[in-house]
T-cell receptor, first 118, second 109 residues
Framework: DADVTQTPRNRITKTGKRIMLECSQTKGHDRMYWYRQDPGLGLRLIYYSFDVKDINKGEISDGYSVSRQAQAKFSLSLESAIPNQTALYFC?????????????????FGPGTRLTVL | GQNIDQPTEMTATEGAIVQINCTYQTSGFNGLFWYQQHAGEAPTFLSYNVLDGLEEKGRFSSFLSRSKGYSYLLLKELQMKDSASYLCAVDNAGNMLTFGGGTRLMVKP
């Protein structure tokens, strides 16, 4: 079973529509992230959450909103979709950060949602 | 600001060795990650460096020089399945990652 799941996997919608992308995880991690990926631009952070009551904007939050419904669930919404939001969207999770040398906390990614806005 | 540079594309031959470079300029540094991403799939963790030097993991090795803001990923004995994108990412603030644009590696027979 996948540890980080995303629904839907593919979505085609029209300009102006409201879209919600959902992410669930069974890893028990507190930290969750939403990224978008565009060709040649790598992964860019949209929003992140370090626990249920903590929501923070990332590099490119304009046009997006999020909801952390539970430790295991983190949803991304596009209130009014536009064509330049066409991209591959990834959710990721990580355990709490430890600062000791040699310790690291990788991020675990979901399978992605391919969103097309016409 | 954050700036992470890596080549856009590389091509190598099956069985050979390839080195993918990454240079970075970030406001903070808590380590550097390399991820592998096959087309249309999720990135998966390959390696992490926080101290200068080489970390070896089977056919893959990663090197870091913090003073030079430089890392490389070394892939040995290339296999066709190594054709993928390789993402360099800097942890610049307690597990907050900034990613480079990725290097698409094509392995040819």
């Amino acid at each position: 079973d996948a540890d980080v799941t995303q629904t839907p996997r593919n979505r085609i919608t029209k300009t102006g529509k409201r879209i919600m992308l959902e992410c669930s995880q069974t890893k028990g991690h507190d930290r969750m992230y939403w990224y978008r990926q565009d060709p040649g631009l790598g992964l860019r952070l949209i929003y992140y959450s370090f626990d249920v009551k903590d929501i923070n904007k990332g590099e490119i939050s304009d046009g997006y909103s999020v909801s952390r419904q539970a430790q295991a669930k983190f949803s991304l919404s596009l209130e009014s979709a536009i064509p330049n939001q066409t991209a591959l969207y990834f959710c990721a999770t990580s355990p709490p950060y430890f600062s000791r040398d040699g310790e690291h906390n990788e991020q675990f990614f979901g399978p992605g949602t391919r969103l097309t806005v016409l | 600001g954050q700036n992470i540079d890596q080549p856009t594309e590389m091509t190598a031959t099956e069985g050979a060795i390839v080195q993918i470079n990454c240079t970075y300029q970030t406001s903070g540094f808590n380590g550097l990650f390399w991820y592998q991403q096959h087309a249309g799939e999720a990135p998966t963790f390959l390696s992490y460096n926080v101290l200068d030097g080489l970390e070896e993991k089977g056919r893959f090795s990663s090197f870091l020089s913090r003073s030079k803001g430089y890392s490389y990923l070394l892939l040995k004995e290339l296999q066709m399945k190594d054709s993928a994108s390789y993402l360099c990412a800097v942890d610049n603030a307690g597990n907050m990652l900034t990613f480079g644009g990725g290097t698409r590696l094509m392995v040819k027979p």
